[in-house]
């Protein structure tokens, strides 16, 4: 196995860990486990880690750490957001979009599908669930980057929810407007 291959593996393993009943384990930590201060403690030695506002779906604080503080190839940075009991909530991920395929692969081979949509020309989305967790990879056609983000199915939820009264919202005062 190259090097190259050998880097992209224990790099995806560490992306895709499970971890106990708390959550799954996302770049050595643990969803509804780590706190920020175990997330900052352990990240900043290896780079810049950024203090961000409070989390508007999660009600908790947020984390941005450049991506060479983590082991993968391709990462521009991690945002870790965190629920009020300051637990692990959710971790976004912003890579190079060339990396899409083999994060597909593997993500495929450790999660179910439960949305798919990879046309060869235009925006990717898959998503994949594992126990009480959501994992959505994306890339945009117009973008050089990907996104990989693990997040709990509850704050996921609230998102989507949100979302979607927010597109009823906008469908309504447009239709108000004829």
Request: hydrophobic content about 40%; aromatic content about 8%; overall charge neutral.
């Amino acid at each position: 196995m190259s090097s190259v291959r050998l880097a992209v593996a224990v790099a995806l393993s560490l992306l895709t860990s499970s971890a106990g009943a708390e959550g799954l384990s996302v770049l050595g930590f643990q969803l509804g486990k780590t706190s920020p201060d175990e997330v900052t403690a352990a990240l900043s030695p290896k780079g810049k880690v950024s203090s961000g506002s409070m989390n508007y779906y999660s009600r908790g604080p947020m984390l941005k750490v450049e991506g060479r503080a983590l082991p993968v190839e391709g990462l521009k940075e991690a945002i870790f957001i965190f629920d009020a009991g300051q637990h692990l909530e959710a971790v976004d991920m912003k890579l190079d979009k060339t990396r899409f395929d083999t994060f597909l692969k593997r993500l495929k081979a450790k999660y179910e599908v439960v949305l798919g949509a990879v046309p060869p020309v235009g925006d990717k989305l898959v998503r994949f669930h594992d126990g009480t967790t959501t994992i959505v990879l994306t890339a945009l056609q117009m973008s050089s980057d990907m996104r990989v983000c693990y997040i709990d199915d509850d704050l996921f939820a609230r998102f989507e929810a949100d979302n979607k009264k927010g597109a009823i919202e906008k469908e309504q005062r447009e239709a108000a407007q004829f």
